[in-house]
């Protein structure tokens, strides 16, 4: 068994490794949701010119008369 003073250094190290890790998680986090952000207006945008040119280019169906009137 190691001293108290060994595992309390231990326990120090340990923390501060899993508060890094976290840090670094919460960064890549933060960079993801930016990176979300800028794709959903891409998106937003490509929908919107896709569909403006498919009503642009959708063809008028004439409104007639069913042959049984």
């Known amino acids: ?7 309390l250094v231990d326990l120090e190290v340990l923390a501060a490794e899993q508060e890094r890790t976290i840090a670094e998680l919460s960064g ?3 960079e993801q ?3 979300i952000g800028e794709l959903r207006r ?5 929908t919107e ?7 642009q280019t959708a063809p008028e169906i004439p ?7």
């Open 49 to 55: 010119r896709f569909l403006t040119l498919e009503e």
């Open 63 to 69: 409104v007639t008369r069913p042959p049984h009137w």
């Open 33 to 35: 949701w930016k990176t």
């Open 1 to 7: 068994m190691k001293p108290d003073g060994e595992r």
């Open 42 to 46: 891409r998106l937003d945008a490509l």
């Open 28 to 30: 890549q986090i933060e």
